[in-house]
């Protein structure tokens, strides 16, 4: 009876290591350049020339990249610029160009400073984003989220037969799952011949909806100017219909 429940138990112990191990993910990264150099002691590898960093759906160009740590450790690339290229789930695209990016393996973050460049691509619509402060996390079920500060952070939309929007904030934010971008502090908009400022301002990547609102404490409300020319023919009319009510009174007395 003892060997029985020796037996089942060693069968279920089986049993809960094969499960583990089949729920474990397996991540993997390629790293390819034209040179490289270990630090055995620090644990470093440098790549130089033409280096390639990918890691599931994202691709990082740079001039030279160090690694530090185990397998997955802290990537510090350079670049004039770097490059980073990523593609989520629905082939939306988006690139990064920044002179210095810091990418850690294990939970995804990633860091970046300097004239940076944003640009995210969905075939239909192209937005462009402008800093000099970047923080990030790409994930496979959250996408590409980040905060981008700067001073102040810009904000353009280009889509089919429709004027360029440009705006301009203190931060933008981007939650990637969502395909919502926030613009936060400061915001002032112009489309064509209009102008707007608000407290914050959200553009929805999907509905293709730009909705604004106004602060916490109601000091800034959303504001809205349009400008347009008069037309000259419009007021020669009006000229014209004004001169003849005057000669009509005239004629009356």
Request: hydrophobic share 30%.
């Amino acid at each position: 009876m003892k060997f029985r429940l020796l037996t089942a138990a060693l069968m279920l112990s089986s049993l809960t290591s094969v499960s583990l191990v089949q729920a474990a993910t397996l991540e993997k990264s390629r790293l390819r350049s034209d040179r490289s150099n270990l630090d055995v002691q620090k644990n470093i590898i440098i790549y130089r020339d033409n280096v390639i960093y990918e890691h599931g759906n994202m691709t990082i160009y740079a001039d030279s990249l160090t690694k530090q740590g185990e397998n997955a450790g802290t990537i510090t690339a350079l670049g004039s610029p770097v490059k980073i290229h990523y593609v989520d789930e629905t082939g939306e695209t988006t690139d990064i160009d920044a002179p210095k990016i810091i990418y850690r393996q294990q939970s995804g973050e990633l860091s970046a400073s300097g004239d940076i460049k944003i640009v995210q691509s969905s075939g239909i619509d192209r937005l462009t984003l402008l800093g000099n402060q970047l923080t990030a996390n790409q994930g496979a079920t959250e996408g590409f989220g980040f905060v981008l500060n700067g001073a102040p952070t810009e904000f353009r939309i280009e889509q089919p037969s429709q004027p360029a929007i440009y705006a301009t904030a203190d931060q933008l934010r981007s939650n990637g799952k969502d395909k919502q971008t926030e613009l936060v502090g400061n915001v002032k908009l112009q489309q064509g011949d209009s102008n707007m400022t608000a407290a914050f301002l959200t553009y929805d990547g999907t509905s293709k909806v730009i909705s604004a609102g106004k602060s916490d404490s109601g000091d800034q409300r959303v504001e809205t100017e349009f400008f347009w020319e008069q037309e000259q023919g419009d007021n020669a009319t009006s000229n014209q219909s004004a001169t003849e009510q005057q000669t009509e009174k005239e004629q009356q007395q």
